[in-house]
């Protein structure tokens, strides 16, 4: 299989659902509604929305049949070099994977314009591909949960996005640092030194600053032709300490005088001044180096942290006013997260936090003895389910050991045991697969008697 993608077992499979349902549950919970998008988008629709950085990673789509007769004969005769394969692409390819899933929602927008209302709020629950150099905790394949809410200017919107993110983590079980800034805070950096058309090259090597450290920062300005002297200036802002408002106080001495720097100031005081009237779980820090590479960001940015494992960003989002501009639909602002599912599993795996459930699809299995015992198993395992009780039979008739271990190799808690002096004598022996205990259970009870055992694990 190709490097960065991955198989997925069965109770790997059950455990990504439970991120999954948990993430859709909280969602809806707030009010948004589901969409889906195709996994391909044509490459126009994502070429220049995330930054040079992010345009190398998208996995481009050859075109079928002969594309090669398409390249002009003048491009094929010169030297191989980086910009004749920037000039041949358009000529063999016209379509790519999605990088992510905010740009086709912008898109999606767009098109469904006169079907939505606005404000439209949406999710989205699927996969997406960068053509990233793999390593742990970063993948070539990888699924994306992304919570939008477009057509609204409000900073509620922002406040809401973050309880969606503190309600999501506790209910999976995870201790998380929200770090949080203003895209309008940067641009007022990029003010301050003079050179406010820099801000991309600000921010993009900023957005490295975990991996490489302020010093492999400022020598990156550098070469993007930020000064010397305007990266010495800029050092001291990016390493303010205190509390959230010590280091807001801080910066309004800085960046008052700037026309963004203001703007995000206050945009960045006003979200957590609406946050202090909601009890938050996780702990919610001002960051003046989160910057989140993509271009298409204009105001609060926010990036997730988990407090237990070393694993870089589980979530992260922030404000685009004007993505859908891209499309022909001006002035519509929007903000939204997005939650990495893979990188959320690898820290439920290395805490050892995924519930016991997810280990397992059955609940009951049923010991076949045999032709004149298994019909009494089957109805019975299908009086389970209509009760909501996940309940197989084991297939064939084989020692009693070897369905034991189909069980305990399957994490089945509970097995059910008639034998034919268990039908003889109307009743069924139920044993815990986890602490071996065995009982007898009247045949006609054993709906009600199972489903006490469940709810005891």
């Known amino acids: 299989m190709p490097k960065g993608t991955r198989d997925f077992g069965p109770i790997q499979m ?60 003048n491009l094929l005769s010169e030297a191989i070099t980086p910009d004749l394969s920037r000039r041949i692409t358009p000529e063999i390819t016209e379509k790519a994977l999605r990088y992510d899933l905010t740009v086709p929602f912008a898109r999606f927008v767009v098109q469904h314009r006169d079907e939505i209302t606005f404000p439209f709020k949406r999710y989205q629950i699927q996969p997406v591909w960068r053509a990233d150099r793999p390593q742990k905790g970063r993948y070539r394949e990888f699924y994306q949960c992304d919570v939008d809410v477009i057509g609204s ?111 995000g100031l206050d945009e960045l005081n006003q979200v957590l001044v609406l946050l202090a009237n909601y009890p938050l779980q996780s702990t919610v820090e001002v960051d003046l180096t989160l910057a989140r590479g993509l271009n298409y960001y204009t105001g609060a940015i926010i990036e997730v942290k988990s407090d237990d494992v070393i694993i870089g960003s589980i979530c992260g989002g922030g404000r685009y006013d004007d993505l859908t501009g891209i499309f022909g639909m001006p002035g519509v602002s929007g903000v939204g997260v997005s939650f990495g599912a893979d990188r959320i599993y690898d820290v439920l795996e290395h805490t050892e936090g995924f ?26 395992a299908e009086e389970l389910r209509n009760s909501g009780i996940r309940a197989e039979v084991y297939p064939d008739v084989a020692k009693l050991k070897k369905q034991f271990q189909y069980a305990d190799q399957n994490h089945i808690p509970i097995v059910v045991m008639i034998g034919e002096s268990e039908l003889t004598e109307g009743k069924a022996t139920v044993r815990n697969m986890i602490t071996g205990l065995q009982s007898d259970s009247s045949i006609g009870e054993l709906s009600a008697n199972i489903r006490s055992y469940l709810l005891s694990l």
């Not at 996994?39 to 992010?54: F, N, P, W």
């Not at 280990?359 to 019975?380: H, R, W």
Request: charged share 25%; aromatic share 8%.
């Open 14 to 73: 059950m455990r990504r659902n439970f991120i999954f349902s948990t993430i859709q549950q909280v969602f809806e919970l707030y009010g948004y509604q589901p969409i889906e998008t195709p996994a391909m988008e044509t490459l126009d629709t994502l070429l220049g929305k995330y930054g040079d950085e992010g345009d190398k990673l998208i996995f481009k789509i050859l075109n079928s049949g002969d594309f090669v007769s398409k390249i002009p004969t």
């Open 153 to 263: 200017d409000s900073l509620q919107n922002e406040t809401e996005l973050i309880r969606i993110i503190d309600r999501i983590f506790a209910d999976l079980g995870i201790r998380v640092t929200i770090k949080i800034n203003n895209r309008k805070i940067l641009a007022g950096m990029a003010e301050l030194i003079g050179q406010p058309e820099r801000l991309t090259d600000l921010t993009v090597a900023l957005d490295k600053l975990d991996k490489i450290g302020i010093e492999e920062v400022k020598k990156e300005w550098l070469t993007r032709g930020i000064t010397e002297k305007a990266a010495t200036e800029l050092q001291p802002l990016l390493t303010v300490k205190g509390s959230n408002q010590e280091i807001i106080n801080t910066l309004q001495t800085n960046l008052s005088h700037t026309k963004n720097g203001k703007a």
């Open 355 to 380: 519930p016991g459930f997810t280990q397992t699809s059955t609940q009951v299995l049923f010991m076949n003895f045999g032709d004149k015992e298994s019909p009494i198993a089957y109805q019975l």
